[in-house]
């Protein structure tokens, strides 16, 4: 197993994006950087703008304001086509398969932009082997596996395009605690694996930081917090609004919140 | 309205308009007379209630039976630990109505403070607002064996507590009701024996330094005080008010629920205080004093809303706000305003300044009183040229509130007035210090005689430790806060607050700390406005995360040393402020930086901040 080191520079640079859906603004100016090789996610409750920012980034909603720079080029409001094409793939929330393709086309759709046929073999290979359950089903319609075995198909699907940078939009959704865990373990292993980075949105804090490097925290469209994962667990906000760790108090029934204060 | 060519509405009013000469007695005449006026009003899920004064009778009837009920004493002390809302108002009325002493503690004081104020003021009834503050008093109730009963406003998540020492305030009532009926001269014999002389209230100073000191008020000087604020800024009962500063505040105590128990002004509560601006445009108080971090705000607010309007709109406010400003030079140079002028300022009030008025809420204002913290000269004359009258008042806890005020027939923006006719103020010649002496004057702080007496010297002087001067006029103009004047390693006699102020004009700096004291130059320690400083970071394309990169960010330093450089213009050489650093950290009231009415603390912000201070020195 070979991993690959973090390096300080980053594969994904976002600098003040703002994006809104008609006149209701969804994230009010982010900045973030994704460093190659780590991964790197973004912590925040429904609505917060964590989906938002990824459609930003792979260019299905186009930004009010602000740039993308993906590897070094500028990618603010491409086409969605070309981002893939320079090794963006998109996970999108609720897996979105080709229900009606086998596993096996849907995968092959994920390689639909490469043409070296060998190198395609070798990742379905790897991705069997992550998944050992889509080759059992590799011939069935994609409509009919489980939600946890579509999940698996749709970062399957991603990982066949060879990129450099997945974004993984809320891997938990909808999934038990366990089979959460062994998809987040998948994640870890793709990534000191192969050395793909990942930028990860996630409503469960738990899980998120324990996979991921870096973290930031969004909040009604803008970043409230960023750190290392080790350093965020620490957070007394992060602890008792993302992770329920709070101290009962007194009666031993707490039910008011504290105030955040985000430091 | 809003003619400040013509503010003969503001006449003083020098009658008794309500008879009593406690509070007590005060308000049960005042149920009395004005039975089914309302007299209070706050919202529920969103609806407003309303209370009459009848309404307000009866609850502090049973809150007073219910305090008997539990064997409280005449002249013992109860403090309540609350928001500004009405059971606040309630539960202090019913405590003054049994003779008792009613102290107040901030919400946002943390438990061990609490204690501190609980044990100070021997508090054997502590009313709480919520479970929130429940938890403050059980988590030191241990360490206070005086402390016998905890009353609880509302129960919401208390269900299933079960605690001989707390009852929730409806029980309290219920229990109160029952006991009245069985000793119906109880409560009537206790208003009865409330003297002028009691002491009423305690008003715990924030403690810049040191503990925090409570302030004692006995019932005469209350009611000397409400009875004068009539002849300085008088209001009645066509006004409405709107009630959000702490109540536990000299200024909300005295000017809001005091004055308007005086008055009869309907007193109008806010949600919370994060709602302040939204109740402001709900309520449009026709009388409205707050300090000067909200008109600051209010400022700001308009501020953005003009960097996002069209070319047209900011054309018509910058000629509105002219017409306005000319109109204002002229009332302030007391010059009458000519005809034309005043065509011209229908004009820019159709066009522009009622709809900003109508944006902070001010529309229907009278006037406004500003007090409590210095405001910048600049702000107020903004207030005039709207059209609206600010009057700027000065005064403490130890004053009772305003001590001056600046009358409505002569205006100067950076004065505080001259005395108020209900006490003499002068200028000690040899130090500078103000000095106030009345009936409104304290009568010391509890269990501390000796800073009582440094406080109150033997002629009854009240040494208030402001620096100030008086014109021809009998205005005085605060320079500085004794014990903040700065000497520079030069010898040069430094004020902050002139320069502080004037940083505070910008709406891109909340609160400012200028330090020099025995250092070669100034410097100053600078809170941002976060939502402007954000506004304007994403205006200019300034990337940034959270609020530590955003003061970190080189175009918001830039920023801020604009601002401080258009204020080192107005000021000589060795006033010129060299450096600053910016509070990487957002402040909440919660925080020990900020005193509950969101000043900085300047002694804690400069031993805290020591190693940033030192190292604009290197």
């Known amino acids: ?263 | 309205m809003s003619k400040l060519w013509d503010l003969s509405h503001i006449q003083p009013n020098s009658a008794v308009v309500l008879p009593g000469d406690t509070i007590t007695a005060m308000f049960w005449n005042a149920v009395e007379e004005r039975g089914p006026m309302v007299w209070l009003r706050q919202k529920h899920l969103g609806i407003w209630q309303s209370w009459t004064w009848d309404q307000t009778g009866q609850a502090v009837r049973e809150i007073a039976g219910g305090l008997l009920s539990l064997g409280f004493a005449r002249g013992e002390t109860a403090s309540i630990l609350a928001n500004t809302v009405v059971e606040w108002v309630w539960a202090d009325l019913a405590i003054l109505s049994c003779a008792g002493v009613s102290n107040g503690i901030y919400p946002t004081d943390a438990a061990s403070q609490v204690h501190y104020l609980c044990e100070d003021s021997r508090t054997g009834i502590l009313f709480v607002e919520d479970d929130e503050q429940l938890d403050k008093a059980l988590e030191v109730r241990a360490a206070l064996p005086g402390l016998r009963k905890i009353v609880v406003f509302d129960m919401e998540g208390l269900a299933s507590l079960d605690d001989p020492d707390v009852i929730s305030l409806a029980d309290l009532r219920a229990i109160g009701q029952r006991y009245l009926n069985q000793h119906p001269d109880a409560l009537p014999g206790r208003i009865g024996a409330c003297r002028p002389q009691d002491l009423a209230i305690l008003v715990y100073t924030s403690g810049t330094t040191g503990k925090p000191k409570g302030a004692m008020h006995r019932h005469e000087g209350l009611v000397y005080t409400v009875r004068g604020f009539n002849t300085l800024i008088a209001q009645d009962e066509h006004d409405e008010r709107m009630c959000f500063l702490p109540l536990c505040h000299i200024a909300e105590r005295m000017g809001g629920e005091y004055f308007a128990l005086y008055t009869g002004t309907r007193l109008n509560f806010v949600e919370n205080p994060q709602t302040v601006p939204e109740n402001v445009r709900e309520i449009a108080p026709t009388v409205f004093t707050a300090v000067p971090r909200v008109w600051e705000k209010f400022y700001s607010g308009v501020m953005i809303t003009l960097k996002e309007s069209s070319r047209l709109q900011q054309a018509a406010y910058a000629w509105a706000i002219g017409v306005g400003s000319a109109i204002a030079d002229r009332v302030l140079a007391r010059q009458s305003v000519n005809g034309w002028l005043r065509i011209k300022f229908q004009l820019a009030q159709w066009l522009v300044l009622n709809n900003v008025r109508k944006l902070i809420g001010i529309h229907r204002a009278r006037f406004l009183v500003t007090g409590a913290a210095p405001i910048s000269p600049d702000l107020v004359r903004w207030y005039l040229a709207l059209g609206v009258p600010m009057l700027e008042v000065w005064g403490m806890t130890e004053t009772c509130g305003a001590s001056t005020g600046v009358p409505a027939t002569l205006m100067k923006p950076g004065s505080i007035g001259p005395a108020a006719g209900f006490n003499e103020v002068r200028v000690d010649p040899a130090t500078g210090e103000l000095l106030v002496r009345g009936k409104n004057v304290f009568v010391g702080y509890l269990n501390l005689p000796e800073k009582t007496a440094e406080t109150i010297d033997a002629d009854g002087w009240l040494h208030t430790g402001d620096v100030g001067v008086m014109d021809a006029d009998g205005y005085f103009r605060i320079t500085d806060r004794m014990k903040d004047v700065i000497i520079t390693a030069g010898g040069k006699n430094i004020t902050p607050s002139e320069l502080e102020n004037d940083l505070k004009f910008s709406p891109y700096i909340t609160d400012a700390v200028v330090i020099g004291d025995k250092r070669a130059y100034l410097t100053v320690i600078v809170m941002i406005d976060q939502e402007n400083v954000e506004k304007f970071a994403q205006d200019q394309d300034v990337a940034f995360s959270n609020y530590a990169s955003l003061t970190r960010a080189p175009e918001v330093q830039a920023l801020i040393q604009k601002e401080l450089d258009r204020v080192n213009q107005k000021f000589a050489r060795v006033e010129q402020i060299k450096k600053f650093f910016l509070l990487e950290n957002q402040l909440t009231a919660e925080d020990e930086e900020l005193t509950p009415t969101m000043k900085l603390k300047r002694k804690l912000v400069e031993q805290k901040y020591a190693a940033q201070i030192d190292a604009m020195y290197r």
């Open chain 1, 1 to 263: 197993m070979s991993s690959i080191a973090i390096t300080d520079q980053p594969v994904l640079t976002l600098q003040n994006i703002e994006s809104a859906y008609g006149p209701i603004k969804a994230i009010r100016g982010v900045s973030l950087q994704v460093r190659r090789g780590e991964i790197a996610t973004v912590l925040g409750s429904n609505g917060a703008g964590k989906t938002t920012i990824l459609k930003t980034i792979s260019g299905i909603i186009d930004p009010r304001k602000g740039s993308i720079e993906f590897k070094g080029v500028d990618i603010t409001a491409r086409d969605p086509a070309q981002i893939v094409r320079l090794g963006l793939s998109h996970v999108p929330e609720g897996r979105e398969v080709f229900a009606l393709l086998s596993v096996h086309d849907n995968l092959l759709m994920g390689a639909y932009t490469r043409s070296d046929r060998d190198g395609v073999a070798r990742d379905m290979e790897a991705v069997y082997g992550y998944f050992p359950i889509l080759r059992e089903r590799a011939h069935q319609d994609a409509g009919l596996l489980s939600g946890g075995q579509q999940q698996m198909l749709s970062i399957s699907r991603a990982l066949m395009a060879q990129p450099d940078l997945i974004l993984l939009d809320e891997p938990s959704l909808g999934l038990s605690p366990k089979l959460t865990k062994e998809i987040f373990e998948i994640v870890v292993r793709i990534n000191r694996e192969r050395g793909t980075t990942i930028l990860l949105v996630e409503q469960n804090a738990n899980m998120a930081l324990n996979a991921s490097d870096f973290g930031y925290v969004l909040e009604n469209g803008r970043i409230v917090m960023q750190d290392t994962c080790a350093n965020l667990r620490e957070k007394e906000d992060i602890k008792e609004f993302y992770l329920g760790l709070k101290d009962d108090g007194v009666r031993g029934e707490r039910r008011w919140k504290k105030k955040k204060t985000w430091r």
